[in-house]
């Protein structure tokens, strides 16, 4: 097993978090006039999820949110990372906020704060409400103002507590996933039309940043998902596609939150971004932190000259895998990598914060104590890299495990566990993994020796 990072080789005050979100935890789809998202009209077409499940009751957390709070305080986490609903604040997708969703979040935060945990929320964990969809969703511009409105309201609320925001998770997979390919909610088929919606969430987050900055907040970023792209073959094609794929993934988001500029779309045939004057300002000031989630590379091959996408994603060779299977390899050098290689290219680089890592496991339904040497494996990989992409100069500041808990892990239902805690979903039976204490474990030996009065240490 790789090595584990101690207080030797992580910087003082490096912070340690854990990450739900609200679909994924909260059950009580119908409480306090929560609106529709898309992710409810999505579960519901035929196919969609693979174990047909819905995500009621899931972890029931939204009756139950005391019983997390004492799990993540349990870990003595720095911060809590959670979601706050977008339909459950605005169920009309505008206008004043319910505020029975307003007062269930603001009692979360109390929680937190009350058990020593910082509360870290995500504005919007990909649950747009269907009638913002319906009126075209991240495919329009308006969508930026309407989020960006929605921002106020929650800000408005719990800004006088909570200081530290992510605006969006992963627009790279709401644009792939979710618009492109049709794998997430809402499900559309677009391919290379799919484009405007990574402008649309970029110009959406930068307003968002600005009214919580007005606001007062210490700390504005979003967390988007990367992965490090190998090609399959050393040939010039496989480089190429290799290209292509980063671009689309990763640097389209990278390079205007970082830089300023889109990377050059039109070289590889992409259609432009729909930039207005002003837009590419916004966003490259938008940002006091750059969030980063990690769970594997990818591995591209040219694809035939007949498909309508220039590249195909393929197993990595050698690797092993994770639940998923060869979809979802594990190299914990890729995440060193990437961050190495993201400094480089951005050497003002921001604080950046890993806010999602993790790994599924088959593990039972029903359980008992769960000995996950496997994930605890895993995590020790990535922890490890990210101390030595730190020992390199890169401005890692804290580290995010993806997640407390087994909860409904979108398209594939109950069928892939995350969880340092283990969750039976018919009993709501919460049972810390040995992956729980070993994180535990983890963070209290980086914490600073604590100088208690008469000690000589
Ligand atoms: C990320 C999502 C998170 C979870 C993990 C496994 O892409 O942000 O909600 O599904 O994957």
């Known amino acids: 097993m790789t090595a584990v990072p101690t207080r030797s080789t992580l910087p003082a005050g490096f912070r340690w978090s854990a990450a739900t979100s609200a679909f994924q935890i909260e ?16 579960l519901e077409a035929p196919g969609a999820i693979v174990d047909g499940s819905t995500a009621d009751p899931a972890c029931d957390s939204y009756r139950h949110p005391e019983v997390d709070v004492a799990l993540a305080a349990g870990l003595g986490l720095d911060r809590y990372r959670f979601s706050l609903p977008w339909a459950r604040v605005q169920p009309e997708g505008r206008g ?7 007062d269930h979040y603001s009692r979360l935060v109390d929680l937190l704060l009350d058990a020593g945990v910082v509360p870290f929320p995500t504005l919007y964990h990909w649950e747009m409400p269907s009638i913002v969809e319906a009126d075209g969703g991240w495919l329009s511009r308006d969508t930026a103002e309407r989020f960006a409105d929605y921002v106020g309201v929650v800000a408005d609320r719990l800004g006088d507590r909570v200081a530290h925001w992510y605006t969006l998770n992963e627009p790279a997979m709401t644009t792939l996933q ?14 290379f039309d799919a484009l405007p919606t990574v402008h649309h969430q970029l110009l959406a987050h930068a307003r968002a940043s600005q009214v919580l900055r007005d606001r007062g907040a210490a700390q504005v970023g979003l967390v988007n998902n990367h992965t490090w792209v190998l090609p399959r073959h ?38 432009p971004m729909p930039v207005q004057d002003g837009d590419l300002a916004a966003i490259a000031a938008s940002i006091d932190f750059y969030g980063i989630n990690f769970y594997n590379p990818t591995t591209v091959t040219a694809a035939d000259a007949a498909s309508p996408i220039p590249f195909d994603i393929v197993p990595t060779p050698g690797a092993p895998v994770t639940g998923f299977g060869p979809e979802w390899p594990i190299m914990p050098s890729a995440l060193h990598d990437l961050l190495i290689d993201l400094h480089a290219r951005h050497p003002n680089l921001p ?86 204490d070993w994180y535990r474990d983890l963070i209290a030996a980086t914490r600073p020796a604590v100088v208690t009065k008469g000690s000589t240490r």
């Not at 006039?33 to 999505?42: C, E, K």
């Not at 979710?178 to 391919?191: F, I, K, S």
Request: net charge negative; charged share 25%; aromatic share 10%.
């Open 234 to 271: 050393d040939t010039a094609e496989d480089r190429q596609a290799a290209a292509v794929y980063d671009t689309l993934h990763n640097r389209v988001f990278t390079e205007p939150l970082l830089a300023g500029a889109y990377p050059d779309l039109e070289a590889f045939g992409l259609p």
């Open 351 to 436: 604080p950046v914060i890993i806010g999602e890592n993790g790994a599924s496991f088959p593990e039972p339904d029903h359980a008992g104590r769960i000995d996950d040497t496997d994930r605890i494996g895993y995590l020790a990989g990535h922890i490890a890299a990210v101390g030595e992409a730190i020992d390199a100069g890169v401005p890692v500041e804290e580290y995010t495990v993806w997640s407390l808990l087994d909860n409904w892990e979108w398209a594939d239902g109950y069928t892939q566990r995350f969880g340092l805690v283990h969750v039976d979903f018919e009993t709501g039976r919460r049972t810390p993994k040995a992956s729980y």
């Open 96 to 102: 004043v906020g319910n505020s029975a969703a307003l």
């Open 27 to 42: 059950g009580s789809r119908d409480a306090d006039g929560r609106g529709r998202s898309i992710w409810d009209d999505f």
């Open 178 to 191: 979710g618009y492109a390919v049709g794998a997430l909610a809402p499900g559309r088929q677009l391919l």
